[in-house]
């Protein structure tokens, strides 16, 4: 059983910064891409950033410039930082990553249980 493991966000001032931390737990064969989604109340999921197995990043554009993803392949961790943080920050921030559990099995998506980030002062 693979399951994504998440830690950090909570409640931050504008202007302030996060580090969201996420681990995958479990035996498992290898990890292709991983990203960070978030949904605010009353809007859909969106995807935040991305990073491929070899580290190549991608950020959303509204996180462009003041957010940095990356990832420790031995450790089976993401983090994400991000700074400047505004109220349109706001919202439950989800893990995810293509794992493939063994060399037999397909490559499966797998979600973290989501960590409450608020940006309010």
């Known amino acids: 059983q693979v399951q994504l493991v998440e830690s950090g966000g909570g409640l931050v001032q504008p202007g302030g910064s996060l580090r969201l931390s996420c681990t995958a737990a479990g035996v498992l064969f290898a990890i292709y891409d991983m990203a960070w989604y978030r949904q605010a109340p009353g809007k859909q999921r969106e995807l935040v950033a991305e990073?491929?197995?070899?580290?190549?990043?991608h950020y959303t554009d509204s996180v462009k410039g003041r957010s940095t993803i990356s990832r420790d392949n031995a450790k089976k961790t993401m983090n994400l930082h991000m700074n400047s943080l505004k109220p349109e920050d706001t919202g439950v921030y989800y893990c995810?990553?293509?794992?493939?559990?063994?060399?037999?099995?397909?490559?499966?998506?797998?979600w973290g249980q989501g960590t409450q980030v608020t940006v309010s002062s």
């Open positions: 995810n990553a293509e794992i493939k559990r063994l060399v037999s099995t397909p490559v499966d998506s797998y």
């Open positions: 990073i491929t197995i070899d580290g190549r990043p």
